[in-house]
């Protein structure tokens, strides 16, 4: 059977500062990570810049470590999501326009922000191992 779909790239940071993960809520889809889609360049300046925009911090991209897709209802196109850990550098958190609030999660207390969401879920998980 042909697959006809096509797919968004885009890159996620799961940001690690002291010890713990920071976790956004998306005006839109609920959880989410800093990042979004390739538009030009160096895959890490490009999720440098995302991250930026998104939360006014600079980080350190490590590698990536994990890779899913997704249909987005509410965009209704489908992604192909790399995660990378990377690490806080510097800067002050500030959210954008395209998030709620944010929390910095660890290996103790992330289910409790995902137990609705089985994706995010299984990506923190794999973050932890």
Not at 40 to 58: A, P
Not at 63 to 80: A, G, L, R, T, Y
């Amino acid at each position: 059977m042909e697959n006809n779909k096509t797919y968004f790239v885009s890159l996620k940071a799961f940001i690690e500062k002291d010890d713990k993960l920071l976790v956004l809520e998306n005006n839109k889809r609920g959880l989410d990570f800093p990042g979004g889609q390739i538009q030009n360049g160096i895959l890490e300046e490009e999720l440098k810049r995302e991250v930026y925009e998104e939360t006014n911090l600079k980080i350190k991209v490590i590698q990536p470590f994990c890779i899913w897709d997704m249909h987005i209802d509410s965009e209704n196109k489908n992604v192909f999501f790399v995660g990378f850990k990377c690490i806080y550098e510097s800067g002050e958190l500030k959210l954008s326009h395209e998030h709620l609030n944010y929390s910095w999660v660890d290996e103790s207390n992330y289910k409790s922000k995902t137990m609705n969401n089985d994706i995010w879920s299984e990506m923190l998980s794999k973050y932890f191992e």
